[in-house]
């Protein structure tokens, strides 16, 4: 099993190589970070399986990081412990509300915080057991995310790998609206807000391949956003 990636976000850099030095000899992979701009960065570009994030920080706080990246259709499951020097009741009750899954106080136990790691890593569902869905099955689409191979009522689609990704990760997140600024950083890894017209490009040639001549089938327009998932045939086709 691929080792579980973990991010570590704190603005103190003895508590970011006490982290990562403990964490790596329980064999995670660390990306330790300074600050909250940087985490949201890092989880644009890359999928971690854990979070841990300090509370108070300079630029942006980490509450405020846990309310984005909680709100995003590819980060909204991440786990997050919350880490703080803050011990008020309040401040734990903000972060679980914000989506936070477990908050420790400093000064902690780092024994207490890798139990803790592991158990949430445990609760966070089959992916972590090697268990990962990998079929995706939605009207008489059916999508195999291992093979990248996908059929039709039965019969295969020539797919682009782009146009696979696209629809990976739209049927992933059926019936979210997936803006064009989300879609072209998540599957071109483009850094800046430019050339959505590429993703527009790629959904007309996906749409054409699963027989979509109307706009309102299997991905409909959200005019001015972007895109979603709805999983049916246009009443046109």
């Not at 099993?1 to 790596?24: G, K, P, Q, S, Y």
């Not at 079929?135 to 790998?161: C, N």
């Not at 072209?184 to 890894?189: C, P, V």
């Amino acid at each position: 099993m691929a080792e579980d990636r973990i991010l570590v976000v704190d603005d103190e850099a003895h508590i970011r190589e006490l982290l990562t030095f403990n964490l790596e000899n329980e064999g995670f992979a660390v990306t330790a970070l300074p600050d909250g701009f940087a985490a949201l960065r890092a989880s644009e570009q890359q999928a971690f399986d854990l979070l841990i994030l300090d509370i108070m920080m300079p630029g942006i706080d980490g509450l405020e990081v846990c309310r984005r990246i909680k709100s995003r259709p590819a980060t909204a499951e991440l786990p997050v412990i919350m880490l703080t020097a803050k011990g008020e009741e309040v401040d734990k009750i903000v972060g679980l509300e914000l989506g936070a899954d477990d908050y420790i106080t400093k000064p902690f136990s780092i024994r207490e915080l890798i139990a803790r790691v592991k158990a949430l890593l445990r609760r966070s569902g089959p992916r972590r057991n090697g268990e990962e869905k990998t079929v995706i099955e939605i009207a008489d689409l059916v999508i195999d995310t291992s093979t990248y191979e996908v059929t039709k009522g039965g019969e295969p689609l020539q797919l682009a790998l782009k146009e696979f990704e696209l629809l990976r990760l739209l049927a992933q997140n059926q019936g979210k609206v997936l803006t064009r600024d989300f879609l072209l950083n998540r599957i071109w890894g483009y850094d800046y807000f430019g050339e959505t017209r590429t993703v527009d490009v790629h959904i007309r040639h996906l749409r054409r391949k699963l027989g979509q001549e109307a706009d309102d089938g299997y991905i409909e327009t959200v005019r001015g956003v972007g895109y979603k998932f709805a999983g049916r045939e246009s009443d046109a086709s």
